[in-house]
């Protein structure tokens, strides 16, 4: 068949990296829907997401792995905190500004610690990279997140800032989770 | 015609195959059997160049297949364990369209295939199902369909079975058997014989990467506890 | 939750990508002008959208309750203050224009998703955005949306077992590990086993495109959608 001669096949190394984005940006939409009260707050699986796209897969795919995640949401599917979905959710949910965090903070996190586009193995990575990589994530989640907040809300920077400062202690430890996730070898050959 | 000649694969430290040469002609149905890890699997992928070979070669008609990954893909469609992970869309008849519209057909041409495909498989009201709503039988079965929209000359099984209820089981043999009859060539890669044994033309085992077996099914039965594999007639 | 239902109104009609431009179109419009009268004109416009998708405003207020309640929060937190008067009116009345902006995005938003399958956005990206970019978001959105339900399944049957162990007891560390960890290894061994069945598919980067047909009404749609996207440059 002549149509044959042209197909493009996507090489084996790029179809590997975009089927682990894809996963991650379900997993990452699957955490959405966990979360653990503590108190008042509330102990959201979300970050993992960003953590893992950036250290697996590096600042392209892993910015794929969250750009497909805001993507599919703004399309319909629930896959926001509570199952919902749509533009509006990701411009004003509580945590809208911090959505498009998200993304930003995978492709920090990625470009930090891999130093280019392709991914090296996450046993390569030294731990003072990993937790500069995942720090300077969580610093753009917060650095995106505040500003958009008070400017969705009208509230001063710093009333915003205050109503999330409860969080970062939260935000340290999830990236001490990920961190010793990494250190303990269950990522190995991935 | 596929034509496997001392073929040869290492992984880490295992010669997972370790010269396996064999040929199976257009139209039969062929049972490769084995214990877990005997290389069976690894065999397969090997037939529309999912895998690369160390030494020894793969062709479809006389062509290598790792010279053209597009032509032996489409020739030997390929259905895996777990069909839930290989479905690419919620609904059957889009999924079933996912192999054509890589080989850039036109739409007619796709809905013509699709349709034919799901008819193969007796799933034609089921197009606009979602997938996730139907039983193991039946996503098997649209697997199937999705492999059959390639049109392809053989149709690769691994494992399809596992899991399967006995009537879904039944429903998926019955419909390999109708299209062996049609002339399209069936390889199911088996650890359970069950209800096979006696569809197939021929049994081919695998043992550590070798090829230990290889007869007809009923002349077969009788060395199969030798290799760690389960008489079915038990 | 709000999510697609078929339909045959004039919303469900249009092409998912006028429909798209003119919803980010009217997000920027809404969330320009922090004015009762802008925000009475954008709310009625959001209106004339849900009615175009045959929506009633109630439902979509319902199915967003939980982001509106933290939005309600907002003019009372910025009215509060240290000493007295204790609570001022003016930033409260700041924060109240600022949140009630939103509420037409989210009703647009609403009508969007009420009126188009996720597979026409799908085709949208794909088509809007050329070359490899657009098929691997086009085909990426598809299976994240086919597998979200499955990984989902994992996250909560990994949390289910968890608790079956007594992991309850544990500190709150351990448990998010182990929780994080089994989520991760399911969804990379799924990752395998999805990359293995698209290679045998022939997965491509020139596939045949998912059929979109632009229509005559959807040029008013989609020139309202840039006037909309255009229209804080223009001083009111």
């Known amino acids: ?190 | 015609m596929i034509e496997v000649s001392d073929l040869r694969y290492r992984y880490g430290d295992v010669d997972v195959l370790d010269g396996v040469t064999l040929s199976i002609p257009d139209g039969q149905y062929c049972l490769l059997v084995g214990p877990n890890g005997s290389g069976k699997t690894t065999l397969v992928r090997h037939l529309n160049a999912l895998l690369t070979p160390d030494a020894g070669t793969v062709t479809v008609d006389g062509t290598d297949v790792t010279d053209d990954p597009v032509v032996a893909r489409t020739r030997i469609g390929m259905v895996f364990q777990h069909p839930r992970d290989q479905f690419v869309a919620a609904t059957v008849a889009a999924d079933v369209a996912f192999g054509p519209e890589n080989l850039g057909l036109d739409r007619v041409e796709i809905d013509r295939r699709v349709d034919t495909a799901l008819d193969a498989v007796d799933l034609g009201d089921a197009a606009e199902s979602r997938i996730d709503a139907l039983s193991g039988g039946e996503q098997a079965r649209v697997a199937i369909a999705g492999a059959l929209a390639m049109e392809p000359d053989y149709l690769v099984l691994d494992e399809p079975l596992v899991g399967l209820d006995w009537p879904a089981r039944q429903s998926v043999l019955d419909h390999l058997d109708a299209l062996a009859a049609d002339g399209t060539g069936v390889i199911v890669v088996t650890h359970d014989l069950r209800d096979l044994h006696e569809r197939a033309d021929r049994l081919v085992a695998l043992h550590e990467g070798q090829v230990v077996l290889d007869a007809p099914p009923a002349e077969a039965l009788d060395t199969l506890p030798d290799l760690g594999i389960r008489d079915p007639r038990c | 939750m709000l999510s697609y239902r078929p339909g045959s109104t004039v919303a469900h009609r249009l092409d998912p990508r006028s429909k798209l431009l003119f919803q980010f179109g009217f997000a920027i419009a809404a969330v320009a002008h922090p004015t009762l009268p802008w925000l009475v004109g954008t709310t009625a416009f959001a209106l004339c959208a849900l009615a175009a998708a045959r929506l009633s405003p109630l439902a979509v207020l319902r199915s967003y309750r939980i982001v509106l309640a933290v939005l309600a929060l907002a003019p009372f937190v910025a009215g509060v203050a240290p000493g007295p008067p204790w609570f001022r009116v003016d930033p409260a009345l700041r924060s109240a224009l600022h949140v009630g902006r939103i509420l037409p995005v989210l009703l647009v938003s609403a009508a969007y998703l009420t009126s188009t399958p996720v597979r026409d956005t799908r085709a949208a990206v794909q088509r809007l955005i050329p070359g490899k970019p657009g098929q691997i978001l086009g085909i990426g959105m598809a299976l994240v949306v086919r597998l979200f339900p499955l990984v989902l399944a994992d996250v909560r049957e990994v949390r289910d077992a968890i608790h079956a162990r007594g992991g309850e007891a544990r500190p709150l560390r351990d448990r998010v590990r182990l929780l994080a960890v089994r989520s991760l290894e399911r969804t990379l061994d799924r990752s395998d086993r999805l990359s293995v069945a698209l290679r045998a598919r022939c997965f491509a980067w020139n596939p045949t495109l998912p059929p979109l047909a632009f229509d005559r009404r959807d040029y008013p749609v989609l020139a309202v959608g840039i006037a909309l996207a255009v229209s804080p440059l223009v001083s009111v």
Not at chain 1, 9 to 14: F, G, M
Not at chain 1, 68 to 95: E, M, Q, R
Request: aromatic letters at 8%; zero cysteines.
């Open chain 1, 1 to 190: 068949m002549a149509t044959e001669q042209s197909v493009d096949l996507v090489d084996d190394e790029t179809v590997g990296l975009f089927t682990k984005a894809v996963l991650l940006a379900a997993l990452t939409a699957g955490l959405a829907q966990l979360s653990i009260p503590i108190g008042p707050v509330v102990f959201s699986l979300q970050p993992f997401g960003m953590f893992f796209a950036g250290l697996l897969l590096g600042p392209l795919w892993g910015g794929v792995a969250l750009l497909l995640y805001l993507l599919v949401g703004i399309a319909g599917a629930p896959v926001f905190s509570n199952g919902t979905a749509g533009i509006g959710y990701v411009i004003a949910g509580k945590t809208g500004g911090f959505l498009v965090g998200f993304l930003v903070g995978a492709v920090v996190a990625g470009a930090i610690a891999h130093r280019g586009i392709a991914p090296k193995p996450v046993a390569d990575l030294s731990v003072p990279v990993q937790v500069v990589a995942l720090t300077a994530a969580v610093a753009v989640v917060y650095a995106i997140g505040i500003p958009w907040m008070a400017v969705v809300t009208g509230l001063p920077f710093a009333r915003a800032a205050a109503l999330m400062a409860p969080y970062i202690p939260l935000d340290l430890l999830k990236l001490g989770i990920a961190i010793a996730i990494v250190q303990g070898g269950y990522l190995a050959g991935r």
